[in-house]
Every structure is written in C-alpha cells, then in structure tokens.
C-alpha cells in the first residue's frame, strides 16, 4: 500500500455563487436543431466536425469566445439521469464546470462516481485535480454526497485485498463508524462466539488466530424509534473451504465481504442523514479457509437458533453466517429487517451481473425496493421465496441441509435456508448481490460496486423518513 499522504480533495459539488465556470449544455435529441441554431458559425461547425447528434454520452467542445464549452447528449435535458454526466466527469479536463438550462440533480451522484479511482496500492497515483460541478440547488448537495461516498466506500471495502480487509478490518471499519456517530458496538469473538454463535465459530475457525472469525454488532438511534435490522454477509475471504474452489473461481473472492460492505454503507448513510430509527447493524465477519480443523462436508452444525445444520457443501459458507446473524437480528424484533450477502452464482446466472436478486416476505416491502431501485438507477429484480422447494433442503439427520439438492434453483434455496433463521412475522428482505462490476461504464470502473444499496436507501427515506 502506498504510505503517501492522500491529499484532500475539495468537494466535487459546490454551491454555484456566480464564480467561473466552463459551461456544460445538456442537449437531447428533441433540442439539438435549437441548440446548433443558437450557436454562431464556428461553434455550429465545430459541431458537424464532431458529428455530435446528442446521443446519450456523447459530447463535443466547442469554442465560446476566449474559451471553450461542452455539448452533453443527455437522454432528457430536462430530467437528468444518474449517470449523464458521469463520462464527463472522467475525461473533461480539471477545472469548475455548471450545467446550463437545469441543475444536475441525481447526475451529481454520478459526477462524483465518475472521479472515483481504487488507487491506494500504486506507486505513482494520478495527480490530476477535480472537476467541480456547481450548482444552486445546494440544498441537495450534502445528501448527493453523502450518497456518492457511502457507494464509493462499498467499492473502496470490497477492491481492498483480503490480507488488509479480513474481520479485524472489518471490525475496525465499525468500530470508527460508531466511533463517528456516538454508535455502541459490540464484537463477540473466541468461546463466547462458539457458544452463542456455532456456525459463525465453525465457518471461520480454519483461518487462525490471525483472522479470527468474529460477530459484530453496532446500534445506534433513538430506542422509541422503529427498529431497523441491517446484516451483511462478511466472508473476507472464501477459498470454499474443503470443498475448494478451482483458482479461477477463488480469483474475486476478496470481493464476498461484499454484502457486509453493502450493511455498513447503509448503516452509515442512515446516521448522517439520521433516519429516525434505531439502528442494529450485524456483520458476521470470518474467512473460510482451510485446515486441520476446517468444517466438512457431513459435519451436523449447531446454530443459535437451535435449528440443527448438515453441511452439504463447506463452499455454501454464507448462509451458515447470516443463519446466526439474522437470528441475533431477529432476538430484538425489528419492524423492518435487510440483508445484503454475495450469496449464490445461481443469481448471477439468472440475473447477470447488473441485478441483484430481491427476496422479500411482504409484497409491499418488495415494491417499495423494486420502485426505489427503478427512480434512482439502482435496479433490482426479485425472485420468489417458493415453498414448493423447501423440501430440497431436507436432512436424513438434521433440521436442513445447508446445500439443496438437484442443481436447481440455487438462488431460491439460499434465501429459503436463510428464511429458517428469521422469525416469524418480522418485515424481512434479502439481496442476493454480486458486488463487482466486471466491465467498465461511466462513472462505474471494473472493480467493487454498490448494487442495491441507493434501492435500498431510499426506500428507507420512503418509509421512514429523514429528519
């Protein structure tokens, strides 16, 4: 890791006083032939050099005197998307920039993201200055923001490699954001962890003292609020165990933290905006990993629910550690509970990379995901909690099995395993994500990604709504 200090950028959305700025004119289809009227002879032929026809993320500079302005194809000019001015964000040059004719909006999420870089661990970083955007709306400023980081420190918590984001890491991680927000936390670890916390302790106790497997609790909030339960799956790293993983397969698992990284994210933004709830964040953070007294397959596994566990597939690890942490969840009888995991490849082949698999008990609760995912760019896509395929999960010698039978329906089995540990009654989601982009978009680089977590979010704020 690169011991220089980073320095401190300015904020990348500041309030538009009248200062200079090179313009940014948001053009679409329906107003490109007013727009190159309105401009002189030179800047009308600057245009036609470009071929600019305002298509979606395109652009084209265009002289303005004694400087210079952009042409942005937006889909809308008058209702900006996340994602507009994301690739401007990436190859303008570094100056101060404001969009004319409307304010950005949501794009200032992406106009943040779009200057995101994971560049901790090279030697020579790159020392190009920001790219401002004003605006006057600067009332939204400190939210948009507040938004853009809590996806960047996803991506930051998952591109980081396992050595330097096992569960102390992790740990330390929470520790600094109740620290920040006068948050109690709790880490439950060693004997007390394997007697109230057996499959968290089972799944986690190959990897040694080192990366010691651990139960982290963080509350936060107002007692007399709602109770909300956020639990993120954190595998820091996840070799299979003894059913191991062939090298291609183990190549992005720094990246199965991800749904803890997803949880404290959440948690983070519902403190700074300071939702009124009560807050209960739990990670269960281990590394599967191999050894002499690595859990295998056969192995019958106890849980804190008392449910007991045969292990089918030591490489079905996660939903060993959520079972324990959502029941932990559960104890305290949330009105609304959301966890987040990098659970199963069956998602990702029915779903891609893009969509994260939705479970929910409650229709309502789905559609309130489902909606806040399609306003704000985040789309999820859920998948039924079927009954029908409970039975695939059948022990000859305990409660369930950890890995279904047949092949089929991976995704569904997963969250109906995980559905055991939940109690009855309680407002329950699950978010089958997969954390990574494995190709570049603007303003989204190859690497970690927040993938329901602004679905989520503004459910949330939907629900429950900020202060």
């Not at 992406?110 to 970083?125: H, I, K, N, T």
């Not at 709602?226 to 992005?252: E, Q, T």
């Not at 891609?352 to 995901?369: V, Y």
Request: with cysteine; charged share 25%; net charge negative.
């Amino acid at each position: 890791m690169s011991e220089k200090t980073p320095l401190i950028k300015p904020a990348l959305i500041q309030p538009d006083r009248g200062q200079s700025a090179t313009a940014i004119h948001l053009v679409d289809k329906a107003g490109l032939d007013a727009f190159v009227k309105a401009r002189s002879g030179g800047q009308r032929a600057a245009l036609e050099a470009q071929k600019f026809k305002a298509a979606p993320g395109s652009h084209a500079i265009v002289p303005d005197g004694e400087g210079w302005l952009v042409a942005a194809g937006v889909a809308d000019a008058a209702a900006p998307g996340t994602w507009c001015l994301a690739k401007l964000a990436e190859v303008l040059p570094a100056g101060t920039y404001r969009c004319t004719g409307a304010e950005p909006g949501v794009a200032g999420i992406g106009w943040v993201l779009g200057q995101y870089a994971f560049d901790r661990y090279l030697s020579e970083p790159s020392e190009e200055g920001p790219r401002v955007l004003l605006t006057t709306a600067v009332a939204g400023i400190e939210a948009t923001i507040a938004e853009a980081e809590a996806v960047e420190l996803v991506r930051d918590l998952v591109n980081t490699p396992p050595e330097d984001m096992g569960p102390a890491q992790l740990e330390a991680e929470i520790e600094a954001l109740g620290k920040a927000h006068r948050a109690e936390v709790k880490v439950v670890r060693g004997d007390v962890l394997e007697r109230d916390y057996p499959m968290v302790h089972a799944v986690g106790r190959a990897a040694g003292r080192s990366h010691a497997p651990r139960l982290i609790e963080l509350e936060w909030g107002d007692p007399a609020h709602p109770r909300l339960a956020l639990v993120g799956k954190g595998v820091c790293f996840d070799s299979g165990g003894l059913d191991i993983k062939p090298s291609a397969g183990m190549l992005l698992m720094k990246k199965d933290m991800g749904g803890a990284a997803h949880a404290i994210a959440l948690a983070k933004l519902v403190m700074t905006a300071r939702l009124p709830v009560r807050l209960h964040l739990v990670v269960p953070a281990v590394e599967n990993a191999i050894s002499g007294n690595a859990f295998r397959p056969g192995d019958v596994l106890r849980s804190r629910a008392k449910i007991s566990v045969e292990i089918g597939n030591t490489d079905a690890e996660g939903r060993l550690i959520l079972g324990d942490a959502l029941t932990r969840a559960g104890e305290a009888k949330p009105d609304l509970m959301l966890d987040f995991a990098t659970l199963t490849g069956a998602a990702r082949v029915a779903l891609g990379p893009d969509l994260p698999a939705l479970f929910a008990r409650r229709d309502e609760t789905a559609q309130a995901l489902l909606d806040a995912g399609t306003a704000h760019d985040d789309p999820v896509w859920r998948l039924p909690l079927h009954d029908g395929y409970r039975e695939m999960l059948k022990s000859d010698v305990a409660d369930v099995n950890n890995a279904g039978s047949g092949g089929f329906a991976g995704a569904v089995t997963a969250a109906l395993f995980m559905d055991r540990f939940v109690p009855e009654g309680i407002d329950w989601a699950h978010f089958d994500t997969f954390a990574w982009r494995p190709a570049s978009k603007p303003g989204r680089p190859k690497g970690g990604e927040a993938l329901a977590l602004r679905a989520a979010w503004h459910m949330l704020k939907g629900r429950y709504g900020a202060k």
